[in-house]
């Protein structure tokens, strides 16, 4: 069979677009021009998928540990990246009808200390009006089951006071702060949103629960303490959700094994009750749906998931819809 991922393997399923004219701003994508599992991608990978079929006007790139300068004080060197992202972006803004990089979430050391403004300074200059958050993600787990590359914590960083302050001190400069976890860490991240009110806080990809190694045969038990951990972090009015990422190969649906993608009918069907449960407790107007591209591209095409995204919410009112799929997004990066 085609390797999963792939374009003949994807190409397997191929769906009528549903909705094609609906506004989309996608805020979760990366670009990277290095040897990995996803392969290359770049702009003309990345408008090969948002013009597939969708209105994908906008999307915001956020970090992914690409294009780092090479020499320079280590604090520094993510700023490399900001630098390439901006030139893409500029790129992107010259082609009439095609998706334009519109925000760049960038990456640094909260826990730097007075060194962090050098890097926010940085990053503002690099970034040509686009830079708007950081993404200093967290993930802990020590069981060498897991199989994305992301970069992983020792122990507990969100409880680290040097880490809150660097939290605290992106609110204090209008900038927001996205990151990703996995499951049994949701109520760190609830406690850090406790702790920094002021901040605007994204949880990326739902907090990842996960589907892999020792945590294969606990799906339902997992499901139920997500459930209350989401309901928890929403309870916190400066968290907002970005909805999607679910379709990594730790999460556990299995389709980058299988013969070939999963349609839209079987991508929702499988996933809805975590959106739904995540739309209910947070509300529409602080959800937002994401692609997480190329990352879930190992399972699913960006056309099949947008059209599972869509059925997923058929029910829901115009304005409601309109706030996940791009009104959510606009406001919190500010494009």
Not at 159 to 169: I, M, P
Not at 209 to 231: M, S
Not at 308 to 322: Q, T, Y
Request: aromatic share 10%.
């Amino acid at each position: 069979m085609p390797t999963p991922g792939t374009p003949e393997w994807l190409a397997q399923v191929t769906e009528q677009i549903i909705e094609p004219d609906r506004p989309i701003i996608d805020p979760h994508h990366h670009l990277w021009a290095r040897p990995a599992r996803w392969g290359s991608y770049l702009l003309d990978d990345l408008w090969a998928d948002t013009g597939s079929g969708h209105n994908i006007e906008k999307t915001v790139f956020v970090e992914c540990h690409a294009n780092y300068r090479e020499d320079g004080p280590d604090h520094l060197k993510p700023i490399g990246e900001t630098e390439f992202v901006a030139g893409v972006a500029a790129a992107s803004a010259d082609v009439q009808g095609s998706a334009t990089i519109a925000g760049i979430v960038a990456h640094a050391d909260l826990t730097l200390g007075d060194a962090l403004a050098e890097v926010l300074d940085a990053h503002e200059a690099a970034g040509a009006g686009l830079f708007r958050g950081i993404r200093h993600a967290g993930p802990h787990d020590a069981t060498g089951a897991l199989t994305n590359s992301g970069r992983r914590q020792p122990g507990n960083i969100y409880a680290d006071e040097d880490f809150r302050a660097g939290v605290s001190a992106l609110g204090k400069r209008g900038l927001s702060y996205d990151t990703w976890h996995f499951f049994h860490q949701n109520q760190d991240y609830a406690a850090l949103a406790r702790a920094v009110p002021e901040t605007t806080m994204i949880l990326d990809h739902f907090g990842t629960p996960l589907g892999i190694g020792p945590y294969r045969d606990r799906v339902e038990e997992i499901f139920e303490q997500w459930q209350g951990d989401i309901a928890d972090i929403a309870a916190c009015p400066n968290v907002v959700a970005k909805i999607g990422g679910l379709a990594m190969p730790d999460n556990g649906f299995g389709w980058d094994k299988d013969d070939q993608p999963p349609t839209s009918d079987e991508f929702a069907e499988a996933q809805k009750r975590y959106y739904l449960h995540t739309i209910e407790c947070f509300g529409p107007e602080r959800c937002m749906f994401e692609s997480n591209f190329p990352v879930d591209k190992l399972s699913i095409s960006y056309p099949v998931l947008w059209n599972g995204l869509k059925k997923i919410v058929a029910d829901f009112s115009e304005d409601e819809k309109h706030a996940m799929f791009y009104g959510t997004a606009a406001r919190v990066y500010r494009v």
